[in-house]
């Protein structure tokens, strides 16, 4: 059994920076593709980044550039990097997993944790 935890969330100026973490407990290997999503009020979740089982990672259009996923040394903790953010980046962010194949598409991961909420303000 996989359990996800996030922390790191919290409230933020816009241009700030955080840096979300998801501790992973129970059986996962680098054999899971990891991502972070995200939903604000009223939106579908999405997919922000996602972490393959080779380390590559895939970012949505709107956070090229500004966040960052990697995973730490133990590689059994994922990380978002997030810089210059902006209002449009407030939401509840979720970690995930998934076996070996990685996807953007929420409804392809079956491993979720509770969330950490982001506010980002002027």
Do not use: H
Request: with cysteine; proline share 1%; net charge negative.
């Amino acid at each position: 059994q996989v359990a996800l935890v996030e922390s790191g969330g919290g409230s933020v100026q816009t241009g700030g920076s955080l840096i979300l973490s998801c501790g992973a407990s129970g059986y996962i290997n680098n054999r899971y593709c990891m991502a972070w999503f995200r939903q604000a009020p009223g939106k579908e979740r999405e997919g922000v980044a996602t972490f393959d089982i080779d380390g590559i990672a895939t970012y949505e259009d709107s956070v090229k550039g500004r966040f960052f996923i990697f995973e730490g040394i133990a590689e059994n903790t994922l990380y978002l990097q997030m810089n210059n953010l902006k209002s449009e980046d407030t939401a509840m962010y979720y970690c995930a997993a998934r076996w070996i194949y990685c996807s953007m598409g929420w409804r392809d991961f079956g491993v979720w944790g509770q969330g950490t909420q982001v506010t980002v303000s002027s």
